[in-house]
């Protein structure tokens, strides 16, 4: 038995999505700035205001897209005390196998999400860094039913490895798949 596995990131498809962002945030911004210089129904200082608001979310995506990447120790560590969910930005960090009760595998088109159902969902809610990492965790819950969800095709993995993994680190875990 080793001592833990690690999952790391894709980092290719990170920066993949990190460039996609920054241009798809370049589009509409000359979209919504040059198209409403055109027009006349609306304020151009609004539509102005409105496109740079539009490129500084999809700056901020594409910026925390790009961190992940570049960061060695972002991806999902799984051993003995529990899994340890580092992958992306509200990653729930460590949680203990005593307050896991299943983990199911759901098959989302082409790839796969990992669901681990925990004790106290709410806690886990509370955990999160700040409002904004917490109301992605409410998402998930209404979602999934649980706020811990990882998505398996930003890691360099597939789902039977980490079965695997599961499988030797917590016999008593319920996997549904």
Do not use: C
């Amino acid at each position: 038995m080793s001592q833990s596995t690690f999952i790391p990131l894709n980092r290719k498809k990170m920066m993949l999505k990190a460039v996609l962002y920054f241009l798809a945030g370049l589009v509409v911004f000359s979209l919504i700035y040059y198209g409403g210089e055109k027009q006349d129904y609306v304020n151009t200082n609004v539509t102005k205001v409105l496109s740079v608001v539009v490129f500084g979310f999809f700056g901020i995506v594409g910026a925390t897209f790009l961190k992940n990447a570049r960061d060695q120790n972002a991806g999902l560590y799984i051993d003995h005390k529990g899994i340890d969910d580092e992958t992306t930005n509200i990653g729930i960090g460590m949680i203990p196998w005593k307050e896991i009760k299943a983990a199911q595998f759901k098959n989302e088109g082409r790839h796969y999400k990992l669901l681990f159902y925990v004790k106290k969902p709410e806690k886990v809610i509370e955990g999160g860094m700040n409002k904004a990492v917490q109301r992605l965790l409410e998402r998930n819950k209404e979602d999934y039913q649980t706020p811990v969800v990882i998505d398996l095709s930003i890691l360099i993995t597939n789902k039977d490895e980490v079965m695997d993994a599961l499988n030797e680190f917590s016999k008593q875990l319920e996997i549904r798949e």
